[in-house]
């Protein structure tokens, strides 16, 4: 069936989310006077983040405990203040945006489907931060909607935050529409539970592990093209 409607990841899909990641936690450490922080320090608290918000996908942690134990656990590792947290996390969300990296030909792309398809962004990052994104990217405005589960009250890749996109889009453009996005436990877990195709974006190649229904890869984003047709 001809593909009506593409749903988009924003980070690590469209966004490099890793770039603006390190610029924005390394800019904050010398707001807060913590001193110099490495990129080393930066991947551990990568690591600690991405556990949380793996978590939170499973439901097994609410949003707001993720977004608060990520600096306190990655603080006290390190010997840092875990009282300068939530100060911390608070400028965070507004500092993620200020770092615009696109991904490969993302803006281009997106560009050039429109006309041709709908185009959405699906996306678990705070209302704050996907914002300022958005807007700065460009991408925002290039988009046919925007659905932040912040908002929806309810994470990918639970069926329940797809049926709340579906409930606005019309429950029609559920057969036609498509997930792309590189995270297989939030997107193509997403489409899977949504019952929608599945497009899992993989850049560096890495082999498809059991598990997954994954009907379209792609390393280029400008391949999305042909598959929409």
């Not at 203040?81 to 792309?109: C, M």
Request: aromatic share 8%.
């Amino acid at each position: 069936m001809k593909i009506s409607s593409v749903l988009w990841d924003v980070d690590g899909t469209l966004l490099d989310f890793k770039a603006a990641e390190s610029a924005a936690v390394k800019s904050l450490f010398a707001e807060f006077g913590m001193g110099s922080c490495t990129d080393e320090m930066v991947r551990r608290y990568s690591v600690i983040n991405d556990g949380l918000w793996k978590q939170l996908e499973r439901g097994e942690i609410a949003r707001p405990e993720a977004l608060s134990r990520r600096f306190e656990i990655f603080f006290a590792e390190i010997g840092a203040d875990p009282g300068l947290a939530e100060a911390f996390n608070q400028k965070y969300q507004h500092r993620l945006g200020d770092t615009i990296v696109p991904k490969g030909n993302s803006l281009e792309t997106v560009r050039a489907l429109r006309g041709k398809v709908r185009q959405y962004v699906v996306s678990n990052g705070t209302v704050t931060a996907q914002s300022k994104k958005l807007r700065l990217s460009g991408l925002g405005e290039l988009m046919d909607g925007v659905f932040l589960s912040e908002q929806l009250g309810a994470e990918k890749p639970s069926r329940a935050f797809f049926d709340a996109v579906f409930q606005s889009l019309g429950e029609d453009c559920r057969h036609t529409s498509m997930i792309v996005g590189d995270s297989l436990t939030s997107d193509i877990q997403g489409g899977m539970n949504a019952g929608i195709r599945t497009c899992w974006y993989n850049p560096d190649g890495l082999p498809a592990p059991e598990g997954y229904r994954i009907d379209e890869q792609i390393r280029d984003l400008r391949q999305i093209l042909a598959l929409v047709g």
